[in-house]
C-alpha cells in the first residue's frame, strides 16, 4: 500500500484526493497546508490520516511514500525541491515549473538523490491518449500532415486569480498551452524546424490569449489557439495522409476518440470511462514504475518533460 502525502489543498488537490480511492495498494495518508486549520478541515473531508500545518513537516514524515505537489506553479521548485530533498517520491502538477532552468535541477536532483520523479501529465496516462497513439503509431492514419489542438476556457478576470498574476506564473501558456504542447510532441516529436507565437496580453502582464503554431520537417504544421477569452470546443484532430483521430471535445480529459479513414469514414470508435476523474490512471502509472522500481516514467519521461519547459519558456520570452 503506498501511503501518499498531498502538497496543498485546493481544487485539483482535492480531485486528485478522490481519485487515489480509485487505484489499487493507494492510501490518502498526509496532507499538508501552510495553515493548520486548512490541512486538517481537508484530511477530515477526504479520510486523511494526518495533516499538517507545514510542508516541511510533510515533507519529512518517514511514513510517506510520495507526495503529489498541488501548490501554484511559481511554488512548484521550492516544494519539489523540499521533497526530494528528503528523499521522497514525487508527482508535480504541471506546468512542472515556471522557467526551464528550475526544471533541469530539479531533474538533476531527483536523479543524484535516486528519487522517483513525475510530471503529473495525466492526459498521457488516459487509455484514451494511449489508444490514440496506438492508432498513430501502427500506420492507421500514415504520415502525419497536420494537428490542431485548442484549449481556451473562459474565465472571469479576477486580479487575486493565481490565472492573471505574473508571481504564481499565471497566464494562458503556463496554464492551457501545456496541453496542446505535450499533445502535438507526443505525435510529432521534438525535432520542429520553429515556433511562431501571436499572443494578446490585454491591459494585463500575462498572456490571455495565444496561437502557438509549430513548423516541422516537409511542410508539417500545426496550430492551437489558448487563452482565458472564450469558451471553445476545444478539440483537438490529428489529421495523416491515410485518415485522422479525432478527440472529443475537451480534448486533454475526454474519453472518447474516433479513427477515420481519407474519406471520412468511422473505422474505429474508442471509449474508456474514468473510473474517478482520470487523475487516478497518473496515481497508477506512478504506482507501477515505484512497483518496478523506476526513477521515472517511460510514459512521461523526464526529459520530454524538460523539452516542454523549454517550449514554454521559449513561448513566454518571445
Not at 502538497?7 to 480509485?22: L, R
Not at 498572456?207 to 504544421?221: C, K, Q, T
Request: hydrophobic content about 40%.
Amino acid at each position: 500500500m503506498y501511503k501518499w502525502g498531498i502538497m496543498a489543498t485546493g481544487i485539483i488537490a482535492e480531485t486528485f484526493a478522490k481519485a487515489v480511492n480509485y487505484a489499487e495498494n493507494a492510501e490518502c495518508y498526509a496532507a499538508a497546508s501552510r495553515n493548520l486549520e486548512k490541512a486538517q478541515k481537508f484530511a477530515q473531508k477526504l479520510g486523511f490520516k494526518k495533516a499538517y500545518g507545514s510542508y516541511e513537516e510533510l515533507a519529512a514524515d518517514p511514513d510517506v511514500d510520495i507526495i503529489y505537489v498541488a501548490t501554484p506553479m511559481s511554488c512548484h521548485y521550492d516544494n519539489v525541491k523540499l521533497c526530494i530533498d528528503n528523499g521522497k517520491n514525487v508527482l508535480c502538477e504541471k506546468s512542472l515549473t515556471c522557467t526551464k532552468e528550475e526544471a533541469q535541477k530539479l531533474i538533476a536532483l531527483a536523479r543524484e538523490k535516486g528519487v522517483f520523479f513525475m510530471e503529473a501529465m495525466w492526459m498521457k496516462c488516459l487509455p484514451v491518449f494511449r489508444k490514440a497513439l496506438e492508432w498513430f503509431q501502427s500506420g492507421k492514419i500514415g504520415e502525419i500532415e497536420t494537428i490542431r489542438a485548442d484549449f481556451s476556457n473562459f474565465v472571469k478576470f479576477d486580479p487575486t486569480s493565481r490565472l492573471f498574476r505574473k508571481d504564481l506564473g499565471g497566464g494562458a501558456i503556463l496554464d492551457l498551452g501545456v496541453y496542446p504542447v505535450t499533445l502535438i510532441t507526443a505525435f510529432l516529436g521534438f525535432d520542429y524546424n520553429k515556433i511562431v507565437k501571436y499572443t494578446n496580453y490585454g491591459d494585463i502582464e500575462i498572456d490571455r490569449n495565444d496561437l502557438i503554431i509549430f513548423e516541422y520537417p516537409n511542410g508539417v504544421y500545426t496550430s492551437s489557439l489558448i487563452g482565458f477569452d472564450i469558451e471553445n470546443e476545444n478539440r483537438a484532430v490529428i489529421v495523416g495522409e491515410k485518415g485522422r483521430i479525432a478527440f472529443d471535445p475537451w480534448f486533454f480529459c475526454t474519453t472518447k476518440a474516433k479513427l477515420y479513414n481519407k474519406a471520412g469514414e468511422l473505422l474505429e470508435d474508442f471509449d474508456f470511462p474514468h473510473l474517478c476523474n482520470g487523475y487516478e490512471f497518473e496515481i497508477i502509472e506512478a504506482q507501477n514504475c515505484l512497483d518496478k522500481g523506476l526513477k521515472e516514467s517511460e510514459i512521461i519521461p523526464l526529459a520530454d518533460s524538460k523539452k516542454i519547459m523549454d517550449i514554454l519558456d521559449y513561448l513566454l520570452l518571445n
